[in-house]
């Protein structure tokens, strides 16, 4: 029996740097590369061109809405949904193929090896890092009201292919971990507010330090070094500011109401 077709799904904004290596790293089994870009001006578009992808402009949605609209402007029904910054690994490819082509799961979960720079990140928040990439877009959907931490949401089972599948080069050193902190606890302070619960005054200190905790201690962040500290540290200090965001927007409902 013929394997499926398989749509490998991007999307991006200003992601020149590790795109062409990701684009090579999948080329031999995609049957289309789309990616939907939202207003880059670097070279994304022009690296994705000039591998043949097919490239969409969309304005930003949100993450779910974005992954959800890609999702459904592809022309196939069997989704490979990567990062612009990760990298397939070839020892995946033919498991990826053959989990498609024996259709024994609608969604399959890859591994991620994160890294800080060139140095792997084998403990901490980031081990064990299993992301659901690989699924048959008839049998379920993103949520398009995800604007972070967004995922594939399905009824049917979910395996997980052997070993280590993606390599995920998520910062180039440890000073771009901030800028992204900052940003991700502004959307998670919204999807906190947006519950309707009330948020306590001890919340940001509790959650900090138990995140910072789980993380270096617990999780044995503290094996990795320097970089074991840093993901505990900023770990702990996202989850302080989304629940201290999160408790400002409550006051400051409160007060105008």
């Known amino acids: 029996m013929d394997s499926p077709s398989l749509s490998v799904v991007y999307i991006s904004k ?4 590790h795109l062409r290596a990701s684009l090579e790293s999948v080329r031999a089994i995609a049957d289309e590369i789309l990616l939907v870009d939202c207003g880059s001006t670097d070279n994304t578009v022009a690296i994705a061109e000039s591998f043949a992808a097919r490239v969409l402009h969309q304005e930003w949605l949100g993450f779910g809405g974005q992954r959800q609209f890609a999702v459904d402007s592809a022309r196939h029904d069997w989704i490979l949904m990567l990062d612009t910054d990760e990298i397939l690994r070839p020892s995946a490819q033919p ?5 498609i082509a024996q259709e024994q799961a609608t969604a399959f979960k890859l591994l991620r090896q994160n890294y800080i720079g060139h140095k792997p990140v084998r403990y901490s928040e980031w081990r064990n890092d299993w992301v659901l ?6 049998r379920g959907h993103y949520d398009p009201q995800a604007f972070v931490h967004e995922s594939w949401l399905c009824a049917d089972s979910v395996q997980r ?10 910062f180039a050193s440890l000073k771009e971990m901030l800028p992204k902190l900052q940003r991700y606890a502004e959307l998670n302070a919204e999807k906190v507010y947006g519950r309707g619960k009330t948020i306590s005054a001890w919340a940001p200190m509790g959650h900090g330090v138990s995140a910072f905790l789980r993380s270096y201690f617990l999780r044995l962040g ?3 070094g320097v970089e074991g500290a840093a993901i505990a540290w900023t770990t702990a200090l996202g989850a302080f500011m989304k629940y ?3 408790l400002e927007m409550q006051a400051q409902d409160r007060d105008s109401s």
């Open 14 to 17: 200003n992601a020149e740097k």
């Open 95 to 99: 498991l990826i193929r053959s989990a």
């Open 133 to 138: 990439r690989l699924f048959d877009r008839r």
């Open 161 to 170: 292919l052997p070993g280590i599948a993606l390599d995920h080069y998520s």
């Open 222 to 224: 503290m094996l990795d």
């Open 244 to 246: 201290a965001i999160a």
